[in-house]
C-alpha cells in the first residue's frame, strides 16, 4: 500500500510569483485536503476536495486554490505570493469526506519559502 | 468544533508512561476526540479516537472523563522514538477537516 507523497520536498520562491504542489493520495483513497503548518504552530486547514470538487475550506483567500484529477490526485496553486506564505504545506488523503474509521493520513509536505 | 487546551511541553523518562492531558470543556454530544502526533519534520500521524469510551489500540490509550469535558492520551511504554508533538482535537463525526492546536511537545528522555 502506497502511502501519499507530496513533490517537490523544498520549493524557493520570490513574492509576486506562483506555485504548484502536488499529492499522490494514497491507494483507495478519494478525498484529499490541504493544510498550511507556518513555522511553531499547527496546521491549518486550507480546503478538501472529493470527485474533483472543492469540498470545504478554511479561512485562506482566493488566491489558494486547487484541483483534483480522477485519480484523487491534487494540486494546491497559490497566486501572488506573499512572504507569510512560507510554511509546511501538508496534504491528507482519507477513503471518503466524513465519518468514522476513516482517518487522515497525511504525507511529508512540502516546505515553501518565499524570499 | 471545540477547542481544546493542551499544556505547552511535558518530559517523560523513557520505559515510564506518559500520559497527556487535554481539555474540552465546550465538547458537544455529537464530538469525538481525536489524537494525533507530529514527529519532527513529518506530517502529522493518526493515533486514537473516541467518544466516551475508553479505547485502546496498539499504540495508545485514550482515557475519557464521563463528562467527556477532558481527556489523557497514555504512552503505555514511552521511547526515544515517541519524542513528537501531540495534538488532540475534537472532531464531529462527519466533520471535513482537523483543527489542530498548538498541541503538547513531549520530550523522552534516557
Known amino acids: 500500500e502506497t502511502g501519499v507523497t507530496q513533490s517537490p520536498t523544498h520549493l524557493i520562491k520570490t513574492r509576486g510569483q506562483q506555485v504548484t504542489l502536488r499529492c499522490s493520495s494514497q491507494?483507495?483513497?478519494?478525498?484529499v485536503s490541504w493544510y498550511q503548518q507556518a513555522l511553531g504552530q499547527g496546521p491549518q486547514f486550507i480546503f478538501q476536495y472529493y470527485r474533483e470538487e472543492e469540498n470545504g475550506r478554511g479561512n485562506f483567500p482566493p488566491r489558494f486554490s486547487g484541483l483534483q484529477f480522477p485519480n484523487y490526485s491534487s494540486e494546491l496553486n497559490v497566486n501572488a505570493l506573499e512572504l507569510d506564505d512560507s510554511a509546511l504545506y501538508l496534504c491528507?488523503?482519507?477513503?471518503?469526506?466524513?465519518?468514522?474509521?476513516?482517518?487522515?493520513?497525511f504525507g511529508p509536505g512540502t516546505r515553501l519559502t518565499v524570499l | 468544533d471545540a477547542k481544546t487546551t493542551q499544556p505547552p511541553s511535558m518530559d517523560c523518562a523513557e520505559g515510564r508512561a506518559a500520559n497527556l492531558p487535554c481539555n474540552h470543556s465546550?465538547?458537544?454530544?455529537?464530538?469525538?476526540v481525536y489524537w494525533y502526533r507530529q514527529i519532527h519534520s513529518q506530517g502529522p500521524q493518526y493515533i486514537i479516537h473516541?467518544?466516551?469510551n475508553n479505547e485502546t489500540n496498539e499504540m495508545a490509550s485514550l482515557i475519557i472523563t464521563e463528562d467527556r469535558k477532558s481527556s489523557t492520551l497514555i504512552l503505555p511504554h514511552a521511547t526515544l522514538r515517541d519524542t513528537a508533538v501531540y495534538y488532540c482535537?475534537?472532531?464531529?463525526?462527519?466533520?471535513?477537516?482537523?483543527?489542530f492546536g498548538a498541541g503538547t511537545i513531549l520530550r523522552v528522555k534516557s
Open positions: 491528507a488523503s482519507r477513503r471518503r469526506p466524513g465519518g468514522l474509521d476513516n482517518e487522515q493520513f
Open positions: 491507494s483507495g483513497h478519494n478525498t
Open positions: 473516541g467518544l466516551k
Open positions: 465546550t465538547i458537544s454530544g455529537n464530538e469525538y
Open positions: 482535537i475534537v472532531r464531529a463525526e462527519y466533520g471535513n477537516k482537523l483543527v
